[in-house]
């Protein structure tokens, strides 16, 4: 644990002494007593780092007694570090331990998104010793997001959307982000009709475009029916709840 903390010191007064900033992999265990996130909490104030700081996984957390943890999400929230769990990794390595109940082992991100910390989900690993799968895909982690955390409700879902986009760029300290007249043309076209559809299809990606430059492309997903009376074909992006007043 010393080793540790002094580690946490160490590479916040680096960052400090050269304006650059922190994304620290902390706490990944199952272990309750693995806390160096109190101690990157109290770097980040001492050294000035706020909002230029990231924990990713932090899942200790999920193994914690509820008060410890309601302190040291206010912690957080108060040295404005930005939290990247990591949906797939987390609910693949951690609980292994475990018999029954087995933990899921992802952070807690409904409370740390209802303290106002900028919460932003990771892929972490892909087809590598921890992870043989994975695609990159930031849209299968977000639906992973919602099962393991639970949040399936439609601020929730939406909530996971914003935590592959918008909440992502925050942390990354990108500035300029998002659709505007005159702005860069960076940007990515879903098969969807809204956020909470992107979720629920892992949407096909039809656009591609970095500066107003296309890179990739795809056509549109269609099923073709072979049923007497029925549409010829189906896009599965047709077919959503309606709006709920």
Known sequence: MDDGRRSVEALCRLAAERGLPVDLHCDETDDPLSRHVEALCAETVRYGLEGRVVGSHLTSMHSMDNYYASKL??????????????????????????????????????????????????????????????????LEVAHMAVHVAPMTSREGLRAAFDAVTVNGARALGIADYGLREGGPA???????????????????????????????????????????????????ADYRPKSVG
């Open 73 to 138: 999400i206010a912690l957080i929230a108060e040295a404005r570090l930005h939290a990247v769990p990591n949906p797939l990794i987390n609910i693949t390595l951690q609980g292994r331990h475990d018999t029954y109940p087995k933990r899921r082992g992802m952070t807690r991100v409904p409370e740390l998104m209802a303290a106002g910390v900028n919460v932003a989900f990771g892929q972490d690993c892909t087809m590598d010793p921890w992870y043989p799968l994975g695609s990159a895909d930031m």
């Open 186 to 236: 960076d940007l990515v076209l879903l098969q969807a009709a809204d956020p909470i559809e992107a979720v629920r299809l892992k949407a096909r990606r039809l656009l591609v475009m970095r500066g107003g430059r296309v890179l990739a492309s795809s056509l549109p997903a269609v099923s073709i029916l072979h049923l007497d009376g029925r549409p010829a074909t189906v896009d599965e």
